[in-house]
């Protein structure tokens, strides 16, 4: 399968614990984009990178959240001192951009914080 | 972006055309209609794109109005796999961000 992956599918982690997030894209895919989806509503935008500069970071993205993109392929998506509020699906979506910026998403990883 | 409208559910029965409409009235020469749907608990699933002419692929057809101030995705013979939230999205070319609203719940049926 030549989607994009995202790992790991479930985290369960405790209030004020760090987690990481993986997203590898489709292969060859210049853009890598997050999203974060809470239960009932649609996707909502954090950030997105180009090759591997980050070219723009919503207002959702606190201070805690980072996100990166070393080398231009993969991604990960880092929540610091996670609370509550965070528990959320985090949506991976990569695109060639190529005229149109159609975006291919992956399955996302659920996280729940206790 | 465009702001669009949709209705927030819809039934249809398995075996019939499904026809989900979106309102984009104040939508820009240069912004595509986009079409994604997601099946509870899964990523997005991107169906379909067009500007100005009708699309069709093998999930689906686009029938853009000529004035592009609404559209209709067409699911020529639906499924119960169907069922899923649908997101009709406007957007230019190039833009970045996919901005979702709150789509449409489509409910097939037997």
């Known amino acids: 399968d030549t989607g994009v992956s995202q790992d790991p599918r479930h985290k369960i982690t405790k209030r004020g614990q760090n987690v990481t997030f993986r997203c590898d894209p489709i292969s060859e895919h210049n853009r890598l984009y997050w999203y974060r989806q809470t239960l009932g509503q649609g996707p909502e935008f954090l950030t997105y990178?180009?090759?591997?500069?980050?070219?723009?970071k919503s207002r959702l993205l606190s201070d805690r959240f980072s996100a990166e993109r070393p080398k231009g392929s993969f991604s990960t998506l880092e929540i610091q001192r996670t609370e509550q509020g965070d528990s959320a699906m985090y949506l991976c979506?990569?695109?060639?951009?190529?005229?149109?910026?159609?975006?291919?998403f992956g399955p996302g990883t659920r996280l729940t914080v206790l | 972006d465009a702001k669009t409208t949709q209705p927030p559910s819809m039934d249809c029965a398995e075996g019939r055309a499904a026809n989900l409409p979106c309102n984009h009235s104040?939508?820009?020469?240069?912004?595509?209609v986009y079409w994604y749907r997601q099946i509870h608990s899964q990523g997005p699933q991107y169906i379909i794109h067009g500007l100005k002419n009708n699309e069709t692929n093998e999930m689906a057809s686009l029938i853009i109005t000529e004035d592009r101030k609404s559209s209709t995705l067409i699911l020529p013979h639906a499924t119960l796999r169907d069922t899923a939230v649908y997101y009709c999205i406007a957007l230019t070319g190039t833009a970045s961000k996919l901005t979702f609203g709150t789509g449409t719940r489509l409910q097939v049926t037997l």
């Open positions: 979506a990569s695109s060639l951009v190529l005229g149109t910026d159609t975006q291919y």
């Open positions: 990178f180009q090759n591997e500069a980050q070219l723009e």
């Open positions: 104040t939508i820009s020469g240069n912004e595509y």
